[in-house]
């Protein structure tokens, strides 16, 4: 039709003509919204699917690290949880000091029943120990807070300050001093301070059995060496997840 003179037509013939044209167009233009629908209805359709079978994938993977029996919350003098059995080391639940430890990196082992309040609160602890063997420590109480308190009794320190205000016996030795220990300190350091330092730990433990500990409440892995993948996987599934909601 596009070679047809419509100036030598008859009005009536026009009239006819155009209508047809309009309505070819009206279907070529319903056509291409057809085959738009129909592709964004194909690409909406895959990723759905895409979607399902990644939810299934990740699904069927299991957490990291394995549950420990809950030895429940209470909490009781340091003498006490100082005495009890813990089912794991670290310990990941049970009788535990009425205030917790404070995010941050430090450079000596801290007590039990305050790290575990801090699990309660859904803190991610990484202890470390750099010789594997059972070593005497003390400790002192540093950079506590007491549970309940509120943030205008207790001002949030700076990561630096967390952790020359926890030390109490530095860890020596050619161990603890050289450079594979060092170095695992700083991947252990440099991957919570990735994360922000939000309710993670990083701290020394002379009596751990393995080179590296993940816990959460009621919830631990250990690690022969730094694993970076599966040390993200871990305070990713189970951070802020402790039994106390709590900003801190």
Same mark, same amino acid.
């Given at each position: 039709m596009e070679n047809i003179d419509f100036s030598k037509l008859p009005k009536k013939e026009r009239k006819r003509l155009k209508k047809e044209l309009e309505r070819e167009e009206h279907q070529r233009r319903s056509q291409r919204g057809g085959l738009v629908k129909l592709g964004l209805l194909t690409a909406l359709v895959a990723a759905l699917a895409l979607g399902i079978l990644w939810l299934v994938r990740e699904g069927g993977k299991p957490l990291p690290g394995q549950t420990m029996p809950d030895l429940g919350r209470t909490h009781? +003098?340091? /003498? *006490?949880w100082e005495k009890f059995s813990y089912n794991s080391n670290p310990p990941t639940s049970g009788p535990h000091d009425a205030t917790w430890i404070k995010a941050g990196i430090y450079d000596s082992p801290q007590?039990?029943? =305050?790290? %575990?309040?801090?699990l309660e609160h859904g803190y991610v602890i990484l202890s470390y120990?750099? $010789?594997r063997k059972i070593s005497n420590f003390e =400790?002192? %109480?540093?950079?506590?807070?007491? #549970? &309940?308190?509120? /943030?205008?009794? &207790?001002? $949030? +320190?700076? #990561?630096? *300050?967390?952790? *020359?205000?926890s030390v109490s016996s530095q860890l020596t030795g050619d161990v603890w001093e050289g450079e594979d220990c060092q170095q695992l300190k700083k991947q252990l350091s440099d991957l919570a301070e990735e994360k922000? @330092?939000?309710? @993670?730990?990083?701290?020394p433990? +002379?009596?751990?059995?393995?080179?590296?500990?993940?816990?959460?409440?009621?919830?631990?892995?250990? @690690?022969?060496? =730094? *694993?970076?993948?599966?040390i993200n996987s871990f305070i990713d599934n189970f951070r802020n997840r402790g039994p106390e909601a709590t900003a801190e």
């Open positions: 009781v +003098p340091k /003498e *006490e007590g039990d029943g =305050f790290l %575990i309040h801090a120990n750099c $010789e =400790f002192r %109480i540093s950079n506590l807070i007491y #549970a &309940h308190e509120t /943030e205008e009794m &207790h001002e $949030e +320190p700076m #990561a630096s *300050e967390s952790a *020359e205000a922000k @330092l939000w309710k @993670l730990i990083v701290v433990r +002379p009596n751990l059995d393995v080179a590296i500990a993940l816990t959460a409440w009621a919830r631990i892995a250990k @690690l022969d060496k =730094f *694993e970076k993948q599966e």
